[in-house]
């Protein structure tokens, strides 16, 4: 009987160790995450902090509608999308 206690209480440590860890592996990720995607308009960039100017500089001209998308402004302006991502979400580290 006193085997079978220890070994339920050393299955929760395990489970309670191994949610920890889960949790700290979702924490990285978010970091990891990056800021810019295909959807993430202008208004998610200046809410992350990122101010208007450093945009401004990154895209070449002037700020564009805040609902716009980043990859949609890209686009429609002849600009690589996958290089103004790369340097806006460098801003962020």
């Keep these: 009987m006193k085997e079978v206690t220890n070994d339920l209480l050393a299955s929760e ?6 949610e920890a860890e889960d949790e700290e592996t979702e924490d990285e990720e978010a970091e990891d995450e990056a800021l810019v995607k295909g959807s993430t308009t202008f208004q998610q960039v200046l809410d992350s902090g990122i101010s208007k100017e450093q945009i401004e500089t990154i895209i070449g001209g ?3 509608p805040t609902n716009q ?14 290089e103004i991502k790369e340097q806006i979400n460098s801003l962020r580290y």
């Design 62 to 64: 002037n700020l564009p």
């Design 69 to 82: 998308t980043v990859k949609d402004y890209c686009l429609a302006s002849g600009l690589s999308f996958s």
């Design 13 to 18: 440590e395990e489970a309670e160790d191994e």
